[in-house]
Nanobody
Framework: QVQLVESGGGLVQAGGSLRLSCAASGSSLSTYAMGWFRQGPGQAREFVATISWGGGTTYYADSVKGRFTISRDNVKNTMYLQMNSLKPEDAGNYYC?????????????????WGQGTQVTVSS
């Protein structure tokens, strides 16, 4: 079994920055890709960013390109999301996800494990 714990959410003014972290643990951890998804109030969960096992491949939603950066530290089994120039429309619950295998994927159905989420609020 795999556990994912997100942290780093909070309240920030528009234009500000936040850094989210996702720590993975579990005896079955091996080679895995990870991703971030978010869900705003009354909205469906949407893809934000994903990163391959080696970190060499990343994909971003068009809405966050140039503002968000995904990264990972495989020694620490931790993934990060640096979010800059935040906008009110970036607000929501941010979920960390993990999929077995090295390849980054952009669809939620490709992921095997999910965290509980961390809330991001952006004031205008």
């Amino acid at each position: 079994q795999v556990q994912l714990v997100e942290s780093g959410g909070g309240l920030v003014q528009a234009g500000g920055s936040l850094r989210l972290s996702c720590a993975a643990s579990g005896s079955s951890l091996s080679t895995y890709a990870m991703g971030w998804f978010r869900q705003g109030p009354g909205q469906a969960r949407e893809f934000v960013a994903t990163i391959s096992w080696g970190g060499g491949t990343t994909y971003y939603a068009d809405s966050v390109k140039g503002r968000f950066t995904i990264s990972r530290d495989n020694v620490k089994n931790t993934m990060y999301l640096q979010m800059n120039s935040l906008k009110p429309e970036d607000a929501g619950n941010y979920y960390c996800a993990l999929r077995r295998g090295p390849w980054a994927e952009t669809t939620a159905e490709q992921y095997d494990y999910w965290g509980q989420g961390t809330q991001v609020t952006v004031s205008s």
